[in-house]
């Protein structure tokens, strides 16, 4: 636990390596990726659809794709 704490104070504290400015850049750019559906919606829905197509067609090439089920007749009826 000692350990733990004298990482996180050289990471956090006053007296760390890294200075308060330099730990802006990484939370910036996390809540901008996630803001970005919010702030551009019909950019995102725009990738989300491409990706959407793209895992359909990677899933089809592999095989994995639709496959045509059996067409049995129901039971009791002919």
Same mark, same amino acid.
């Given at each position: 636990?000692?350990?733990?704490?004298?990482?996180?104070?050289?990471?956090?504290?006053?007296? +760390?390596?890294?200075?308060?400015?330099?730990?802006?850049?990484?939370?910036?750019?996390?809540?901008? !990726?996630?803001?970005?559906?919010?702030?551009?919606?019909?950019?995102?829905?725009? &990738?989300? &659809?491409?990706?959407?197509?793209?895992? &359909?067609?990677?899933?089809?090439?592999?095989? !994995? +794709?639709? &496959?045509?089920?059996?067409?049995? +007749? !129901?039971?009791? !009826?002919?």
């Amino acid at each position: 636990m000692d350990v733990a704490n004298r990482m996180v104070e050289a990471l956090f504290g006053p007296e +760390g390596d890294i200075p308060w400015w330099a730990w802006l850049g990484p939370i910036i750019l996390l809540l901008a !990726k996630l803001m970005y559906p919010v702030v551009f919606p019909e950019t995102a829905a725009a &990738e989300a &659809e491409t990706d959407r197509r793209l895992s &359909e067609f990677c899933r089809e090439r592999d095989g !994995k +794709g639709k &496959e045509k089920k059996n067409k049995k +007749g !129901k039971k009791g !009826k002919r």
